[in-house]
């Protein structure tokens, strides 16, 4: 594994069989929010979405669907911990 902001992504095939992707929300609304997820080859991404504020932690898996990716530099105000790993455009 190699280690990017503090975060670990896997380096081999083997390695990535077991790696799951770090999910991170921000709700900027009951029925807004933001997703940002690690990539498995060390960079990450966020996306805007709506939900209906039924239950925030099962509505966060439309970003699939529904998301609309922000610019870096709003993804960034909005998950200053991803410091250091490269955003994907």
Excluded: Q
Aim: hydrophobic share 35%.
């Amino acid at each position: 594994m190699k280690t990017i902001g503090g975060y670990d992504f896997p380096e081999t095939r083997e390695e990535s069989i077991n790696w799951r992707p770090r999910m991170h929300r921000v709700a900027l609304h009951s029925k807004v929010l933001v997703v940002a997820k690690l990539r498995y080859e060390g960079a990450w991404s966020a996306y805007c979405f709506p939900v209906l504020n039924e239950n925030h932690d099962d509505e966060s898996y439309l970003w699939k669907e529904h998301g609309s990716k922000l610019g870096e530099e709003l993804a960034k105000v909005l998950f200053p911990y991803f410091k250091g790993i490269p955003y994907v455009r």
